[in-house]
């Protein structure tokens, strides 16, 4: 059984670009969710999907959007960087909704915007 | 809303001494909460859920819907349990909403 992957563990952009993060869920794992984590913070809800639809969102922009494809990995796109989008980007897969489920966490991208 | 606030920043305690780390919530519904942990260097993981009524590495925590509250504790603080502790609450829609994090030091 393989665990939660993100890619790439680091990148820097500059403001005004755009930028694509990748999560490969653990096996068995339907459901994915995202999260940034600025610095001296915790983990900030941005959105979540469930077998390839949204499944709620966070107080983020519609310049935060994701996808979920059908083996279950994900993709977390920015568009128009600012410099307050500089964080770590978690990803969390989980095989279930609903009480008992446990979210598993990726190791995290750390986006820096110049 | 839900929020979580974790009041500490930073706790320091010598190895063998008890620590607790406090989390307190808000939520209208029925709310599932976590601890979360995050050693140097490693990924956040489950430490432990209030449904599961289990102590794991030593720490329990009991949730107190009178008082909103999740403190974590644990009797002997040990040098290995230094780390990053996140409060988290899951609502409806399977969404985690964390605090801010305590940083724990156990110091020799």
């Known amino acids: 059984e393989t665990g939660v992957t993100q890619s790439p563990t680091h990148l820097i952009k500059t403001r005004g670009q755009q930028v694509t993060l990748r999560c490969s869920s653990q096996?068995?794992?339907?459901?994915v969710s995202w999260y940034q984590q600025a610095l001296g913070q915790g983990p900030q809800f941005i959105f979540q999907?469930?077998?390839?639809?949204?499944?709620g969102r966070g107080n983020f922009p519609p310049r935060f959007s994701g996808l979920q494809f059908p083996n279950y990995s994900s993709e977390l796109n920015v568009n128009a960087l600012e410099l307050d989008d500089s964080a770590l980007y978690l990803c969390a897969s989980s095989s279930r909704q609903g009480m008992g489920s446990e979210a598993f966490f990726g190791q995290g991208t750390r986006l820096t915007v110049v | 809303a839900q929020r979580v606030t974790q009041p500490e920043k930073l706790l320091s305690v010598f190895k063998g001494a008890p620590v607790e780390l406090k989390c307190n919530y808000s939520?209208?519904?029925?709310?599932?909460l976590f601890w979360y942990v995050q050693y140097s260097r490693q990924r956040l993981q489950l430490l432990l859920r209030?449904?599961s009524r289990e102590s794991i590495k030593g720490f329990t925590a009991d949730l107190n819907k009178g008082e909103t509250s999740f403190h974590l504790k644990k009797p002997f603080a040990q040098e290995e349990d230094s780390a990053m502790y996140y409060c988290?609450?899951?609502?409806?829609?399977?969404?985690?909403?964390f605090g801010g994090g305590t940083r724990v030091l156990v110091k020799p």
């Open positions: 999907y469930y077998r390839e639809e949204e499944n």
């Open positions: 988290a609450l899951k609502a409806a829609g399977n969404k985690l909403t």
């Open positions: 209030h449904i």
């Open positions: 939520y209208s519904g029925s709310p599932e």
């Open positions: 096996s068995g794992h339907n459901t």
